[in-house]
């Protein structure tokens, strides 16, 4: 079966340090994956996007990054974390469905609860 | 990417059905259309899916009028696990959520 991993459940990091937030995939070949910030109240905001290794889409211009080293691995970093960085971060996978535009369902980790001080 | 509206909040007694409709007038031709739901600290969870008519499963119905241009998510008999927030995406990729509906239950 497929599972999703993503680490740590949380993490409290002084500004202007860095920051690497990592999720793996298993059971599942070449997933779209997605890296998703929400801020306390608030949506989700997809931050990255990715439909292979190597593939990155982002969606707001900001002060992360995101990297796809794997097929089943998507890593979001930051070089010096601001205050306005702070959030839940979610990661998700989905593969398409049988229908032309169809998509299948998409699967979430747990998330990481990001507090800067 | 078609763009959704949805209601803020709802609030609904335990027992009552609840309808959660979402507009997507800019729907494509293939675009299919699919509900989530969010409780708090956790990644949303997927509830249904359909392009036209009618789809039912294990926890809910989504309604689908013939122009495509909206959809409702129906919750039979909710009760107070069912306070989330709920999701409606139209289309294929990239995955965006909206704001989403709060739906409040109460006893």
């Known amino acids: 079966s497929q599972t999703i991993h993503q680490w740590p459940a949380t993490l409290v990091q002084p500004v202007g340090s860095p920051l690497s937030l990592e999720c793996t995939v298993e059971?599942?070949?070449?997933?779209?994956l997605y890296w998703y910030r929400q801020a306390a109240g608030r949506g989700l905001q997809l931050l990255f996007y990715?439909?292979?290794?190597?593939?990155i889409s982002s969606e707001v211009p900001q002060n992360l990054s995101a990297s796809r080293p794997q097929d089943r691995q998507f890593i979001l970093s930051s070089k010096k974390l601001l205050l306005s960085d702070s959030g839940f971060y979610l990661c998700?996978?989905?593969?398409?469905?049988?229908?032309?535009?169809?998509?299948?369902?998409?699967?979430f980790g747990q998330g990481t609860r990001l507090t800067v001080v | 990417l078609a763009k959704t509206t949805q209601p803020i909040s709802m609030d609904s007694y335990e027992g009552q059905e609840v309808n959660i409709t979402c507009s997507h007038n800019?729907?494509?031709?293939?675009?299919?259309i699919t509900w989530y739901q969010q409780f708090p600290s956790q990644g949303p969870r997927f509830i249904i899916q359909?392009?036209?008519t009618k789809v039912t499963n294990e926890v809910a119905s989504l309604f689908i009028p013939a122009d495509r241009k909206s959809s409702t998510l129906s919750l039979p008999r909710v009760s107070l696990s069912d306070t989330a927030v709920y999701y409606c995406?139209?289309?294929?990729?990239?995955?965006?959520f909206g704001k989403g509906t709060r739906l409040s239950v109460i006893a």
């Open positions: 995406l139209v289309g294929l990729q990239p995955l965006v």
């Open positions: 998700a996978w989905s593969v398409l469905g049988q229908g032309a535009q169809s998509h299948t369902e998409a699967f």
């Open positions: 359909g392009y036209k």
């Open positions: 800019n729907i494509a031709t293939n675009d299919y």
């Open positions: 059971g599942t070949s070449n997933p779209n």
């Open positions: 990715s439909v292979g290794i190597g593939q």
